[in-house]
């Protein structure tokens, strides 16, 4: 980690020559010291996707200054691109029901500096996680859900989310399906860990399905959540292997080990700003 | 691996009392020495499994009258059993299409020792790899398939399988889809190598598949064939990771070192007799 | 899980004939019900080690009388033998020093009901982590080490120990050597996480030495201790892939995923009475 | 897999601004398409170390004069590179003993066109594996090797590694210490496959060290060769799980496998231009 504070651009166009050029120029030209910078073409589709990460101290053009001076190259080359400081801190807001593993897992991580974010809420359908979350700082909103009350109080946890500057969302294994419109406006900034190795057991119950089917290996996805169920954008998955001799409490038991340490990958290289999204894949540059 | 022969005995039955020490009793009080004994309850089902092996030197009753003696025991107890000898030499056949990979990894393990096993005959239905085959000792057999010669060519198949005596088929990336009569006449003696981590991805292309979802892991799975396209018990998989710098292509490469091990892993474990179907499940003592 | 609870015994002897039949043998006899048995025989040295779990309800011998039936029987064949209760409750002691992930991770899994267990006592050399085990509900104890110390601080730990009725340690990273006396007191029955795939890295800072190594995997090893440090039986191990971009401060972060994972592994065999030490290695039974 | 060739520049330096810059200028300046450009920067020891790939198609130096004209840039920033031409096919030796499966994968691999490059000549000190090779083409040239005649027979291997102007060797379990005129002649350009997890279980007999030692995952690693016996720096390295059941013969074919595809994966790496040596490790551009 360096202390000094660095920008990033994430950015994509079709694939011509001088790209790289024309970025890294940029930045040299306007005095600044590249840290990272990392590109793939994807020549099937044409393709060109870059991050690129300089440090801001001593850099000519002033941090304010930076979108506005980028901007003409960007649409010269017919760029889209996204700006982000690295001393920008998002904030989160994660959605629980009643299982804790995930959630203590996130708070735990970025009480331990883990994560250079804030979390100032966590959004449940369900009273019990309430003073486990305040011990730890967040406030904790409870939102019963039913199929009546669902469209009512997601305005008003879109709401609350507005109030509070959310940047992100983390569904924590939040057992809920989300409106269209909440979807819609996190959209890359909402990630979810679904409990399966997907595209295997998308929907309910993966775990019970893992044991029926009889599978060697379990796993766990997490991904940024789109209008289909269990379709998004991939971040990260990893797996864990099991056997006959693992009951469906078993499978259950080791995945959520899986869950936690592959949501908190996904959330770090998110909130790092190493992913892009592009189609319905990533580029994670890692 | 013990110089001397041992008798394996794979059995199941509804779960009760004494089950474990009837089987040892049997082979104790007729002066056996067991090696290995591993047993699982599947207790969702109420279902007893079990493996055990024990050296046939020094054991009172004579090989030719073993399943006699025991089938009683197996009666009474209500048990689905298999006798296996440690020194009968399985007959193998390959069924093979163009790639070779697989095959090649299966005859040089074969020629390093590894399966303890005859593999007299391969079966393909392109010509290619005739020459590759003979050199290693194979009778190579070409029957090329369409869709009007398919039934004709699969009798054909059958009637060679049965007069070379084999006893376990391997497809080792078999391009074909197997009528019932083929796959039934070799129902969990027939095992295959499909290129995903099933249930993702069944059927053809998994690997463009694969890079159209964007997963983060690509796996293989080895499993026994049944009449429905790659929902058959499994026997074996592994996974190993990739990302948005692989091409199709890539897949494809790491792919292949995947199938083979699995492949070979999963014909190990059924050559040694440590794999016990169980409804569309395997129980694999290893 | 079963609901009914269950005696195992952990016995390792010469190999001979008839072992496994004696075993089961003395359960069925009395009315046993057999749930798990297995064995493995180091055939290098002739050694049978045996795991056999059995439903203690119907069984005909009370369970304050099962050692002195098996006793005999045990004499006669040789074996060394422990049994064990499932429904007895072990008592755990916690040593940490200052990082907190594993001592957090071993505290929310036990709340989570991953351990048959009870944890009443923490120790440490530092104050630092009082509140958050009060927290949890054990007793914390504070025992600052000095070189001058250190002997009369472990005389007053042991003593806190017995006073307890521990029956096992676990070591949470706990930064100290620990002397002969207690080390002693607690064969195999103190578990220690090693931040390094053992026996690559020994001793300090071996995240540091991983580094200048430039390995690309790193692995966390959990194992009884032994009078030779880092030298004890292996009971578990993972590793996870690093690369050159991953500084020391990366190895520790991802590390620590691996240690707490690692840890709670080999805590739980042991719990379940599933590792059986012999020589300087184990078997697990699981 | 692009079809147009390219040029790769592999280069580092101590780490100042316009780096980036100064590279990818020069290619845009002369009108070349970059394809790949990644980069690192030690911030420990302040060194830059950069891969830079693009086409060669209209790129305006020509590529007998690209060193001339790339020189004194890399003179002015105090550069250390390399230049390669991915159209430029290296020429291997492989040298081996006995054991045939890292020979074989390597000779079946180059057929199915997974490695760029020519493979003329295997050496060996013993005379067993002629008849293989010499039907895979490459000629067999037989060094048998005692303790008087090694040094004699290397000074006869080296004239015929330059005869055969040879720019990479494989030590496809090669089990006999080179000496330093052959070591120093091919530093960064001789490959090893160790059989264990290095730095753990060097030297000889590695699986019966960790047999001993009573690891649960052994492992195999792939470096470049230096005067220290299991040193050099580490391309790749890659593991898999044991346990109590395994017996040494086990560990032998489980890690075959390993050895297999980690020495493949290394030797891939290094045709492909991907690794660069730094230190005493590797930066694996992949």
Known sequence: MSDTSTAVLLLS????????????DFIYQNNGNIVHADQHVDSEQGVFLQRIE???????????ELAGAFGPI????????????????????????????CLYDLLLRHRAGEFQAEIPLVISNHPDLQ?????????????????????????QQIALLQEQRIDLIILARYMQILGDELVHRFRN????????????????????????????????????????????????QDVVRV????????????????EKVVLARAVSLHLRNRVLVYGNKTVVFD
Chains 1, 2, 3, 4 share one sequence.
């Open 13 to 24: 166009c079709r694939d011509r020559k001088g790209l790289v050029a024309a970025t890294s």
């Open 54 to 64: 300089w440090e801001t101290a001593g850099f000519r053009i002033p941090r304010e």
């Open 74 to 101: 960007a649409e010269k080359l017919g760029m889209q691109w996204e700006l982000r400081l690295s001393d920008y801190v998002p904030r989160i807001a994660i959605f629980v029901s009643r299982l804790e593993h």
């Open 131 to 155: 003073s486990v979350v305040e011990g730890f700082g967040p406030q904790y909103r409870h939102f019963p859900i039913t199929k009546d009350t669902r469209a009512a109080q997601e305005a």
């Open 189 to 236: 900034r909402m990630i979810n860990i679904h409990h399966s190795f997907l595209p295997a057991f998308p929907g309910a119950r993966p775990y019970h399905q893992a044991y029926e089917r009889g599978v060697k290996i379990i796993g766990a996805t997490s991904h940024y959540v789109t209008a289909e169920l269990d379709q998004g954008p991939i971040i990260e």
């Open 243 to 258: 056997s006959h001799r693992d009951s469906v409490e078993d499978l259950i038991r080791k995945g959520k080990d899986l």
